[in-house]
Antibody, heavy 124, light 109 residues
Framework: EVQLVESGGGLVQPGGSLRLSCVAS????????MSWVRQAPGKGLEWVAN????????YYVDSVKGRFTISRDNAKNSLYLQMNSLRAEDTAVYYC??????????????????WGKGTTVTVS | QSVLTQPPSVSAAPGQKVTISCSGS????????VSWYQQFPGTAPKLLIY???KRPSGIPDRFSGSKSGTSATLGITGLQTGDEADYYC??????????FGGGTKLTVL
């Protein structure tokens, strides 16, 4: 069974740090792009960051650039999100997501086919 | 304010058809492929449509997707009470970021 399990969420004070982890199983982790997507309480989905198969390409939403770092360890089938200088507006459920991203005839495709159950981060 | 614009809510009766729009620009929908997701309260989203109009295995053909210019549409026919959920569109943007719509709450009356 394809599965993503997040951990590492919790309550942290503004300015603090947290490291989220996501362990993948049931598929060849090293062959997929991966993403973090968050959802603030009562709000919509917000893409946070994604990373390519070998970690050489990383992209971030503007609001987290310089504060968050996405990384992966293919030997451990794991995805990470290091979050520093946390703010109240970072409070959300954070989802780990298996991602398809590429280019066909100069058009990008990007979609998420597997989501974890999420881990909750509260900054207060 | 989301980069992609969706109506906050739509509604229709059981058995009817509903469409949900997603409006963007040439930097996102206009030149890239669109995906759609369904989310029930307290659960993770689920992929419904990818590459504008393709359905993953297991998604019934009651769900369809289309794209024209800088807008995309999700269609749901034969509405069921179990379709009540939030629906999100998503795509890649030339600013090198993924973007989602603000979400649409579907009510089956």
């Amino acid at each position: 069974e394809v599965q993503l399990v997040e951990s590492g969420g919790g309550l942290v004070q503004p300015g603090g740090s947290l490291r989220l982890s996501c362990v993948a199983s049931g598929f060849t982790f090293s062959t997929y792009w991966m993403s973090w997507v968050r959802q603030a309480p009562g709000k919509g989905l917000e893409w946070v960051a994604n990373i390519n198969q070998d970690g050489s390409e990383k992209y971030y939403v503007d609001s987290v650039k310089g504060r968050f770092t996405i990384s992966r360890d293919n030997a451990k089938n794991s995805l990470y999100l290091q979050m520093n200088s946390l703010r109240a507006e970072d409070t959300a459920v954070y989802y780990c997501a298996r991602t398809f991203r590429g280019v066909i005839y100069y058009s990008y495709y990007y979609y998420i086919d597997v989501w974890g159950k999420g881990t909750t981060v509260t900054v207060s | 304010q989301s980069v992609l614009t969706q109506p906050p809510s739509v509604s229709a009766a059981p058995g009817q058809k509903v469409t949900i729009s997603c409006s963007g620009s040439s930097s996102n929908i206009g030149n890239n492929y669109v995906s759609w997701y369904q989310q029930f309260p307290g659960t993770a989203p689920k992929l419904l449509i990818y590459d504008n109009n393709k359905r993953p295995s297991g998604i019934p053909d009651r769900f369809s997707g289309s794209k024209s210019g800088t807008s995309a549409t999700l269609g749901i026919t034969g509405l069921q009470t179990g379709d009540e959920a939030d629906y999100y569109c998503g795509t890649w943007d030339s600013s090198l970021s993924a973007v989602f719509g603000g979400g649409t709450k579907l009510t089956v009356l």
